[in-house]
């Protein structure tokens, strides 16, 4: 923050007319990211007063809706190297043609404290900032190794079991976005709506 390499959003709700402008803001965040510096992102703040739930799954249902909206907002279709089916190694949310890995943070996650922001938050990382880390380089494994360590000294619960690098086979993106307080691992679908670039596969089928 101090070397403005960030850029920040403000909204008031995750409704509509907030998509749209956080929408619009990402676009122009993506427009200028790659000249900010190698690990920029762009973090989304939501008004503690307004979106405030008692429930964790609550927030994990305002945080797929804002995927949701983003992605029916978008005019871009996704990336090739992007599988369009949700359960595969490959898969990453997009948006404006870049594959970003998305972080939510909540007030309820107490537990995992490396997850817990005073209100609903959720940080957009390109997908390009990890081009030096992926699974397998040496920087890579080193600093998955370095983070594994801090969560364990920083969290009360141990990291989540699922976490895993992009690309891995048993690796889903998805999971990593939203995690749970505990290490409850269940056998779900991922939320997220069919993507564009599956749409026009369809569409053209």
Known sequence: ?????????????????????????????????????????????????????????????????????????DNRTWPESIDPRVDTPSWEFSFAGEMMFVVCNTPLHHSRLSRYSPGFTIT?????????????????????????????SYDSVAPFPRLGAYGEEANREWEQYFLPDDNTVTNRNCPMVVTNRARQRIVAA
């Open 1 to 73: 923050m101090r070397r403005s390499t960030l850029r920040f959003g403000f909204f008031n709700s995750v409704d509509f007319n907030d998509m749209v402008r956080l929408a619009h803001d990402l676009q122009s965040f993506l427009r200028i990211s790659r000249s900010l510096t190698p690990y920029t992102s762009y973090v989304a703040f939501f008004d503690p007063a307004i979106v405030a739930f008692s429930l964790l799954s609550d927030y994990e249902n305002a945080f797929w809706r804002v995927l949701n909206a983003l992605n029916s907002l």
């Open 124 to 152: 957009f990382q390109p997908r390009w900032v990890f081009d030096k880390i992926g699974a397998g380089t040496v920087a890579g494994d080193s600093a998955r190794a370095e983070i594994r360590r801090r969560l364990e």
